[in-house]
């Protein structure tokens, strides 16, 4: 079983894996983040808070995931 401290450790190098997939891509989510709230329980369940993009954003991206089929 992992400690708090490992998965926190854990959901910030997804998050950091997946930020720069993103943008290998020309994709930059503005609010994307760990969510605060879910790291800081006494049992912590880190989330990855993808936020909200513009329409041109979301239209990189979803072009991006098209390719990727």
């Known amino acids: 079983m992992s400690t708090a401290e ?3 450790r854990e959901a910030e190098s997804v998050r950091d894996a997946l930020r720069a997939a ?3 891509v020309g994709v ?3 609010s994307f983040r760990l969510d605060q ?3 800081a329980r006494e049992n912590p ?3 990855i808070e993808l936020g ?3 329409v041109a954003t979301a239209r990189t ?3 991006a995931l098209g390719a990727a089929r």
Do not use: H, Q, T, V
């Open 45 to 47: 369940y880190p989330l």
């Open 28 to 30: 930059k989510l503005p």
């Open 6 to 8: 490992e998965r926190i």
């Open 37 to 39: 709230l879910s790291c």
């Open 52 to 54: 909200r993009c513009d």
């Open 61 to 63: 991206l979803a072009e």
């Open 22 to 24: 993103l943008a290998a």
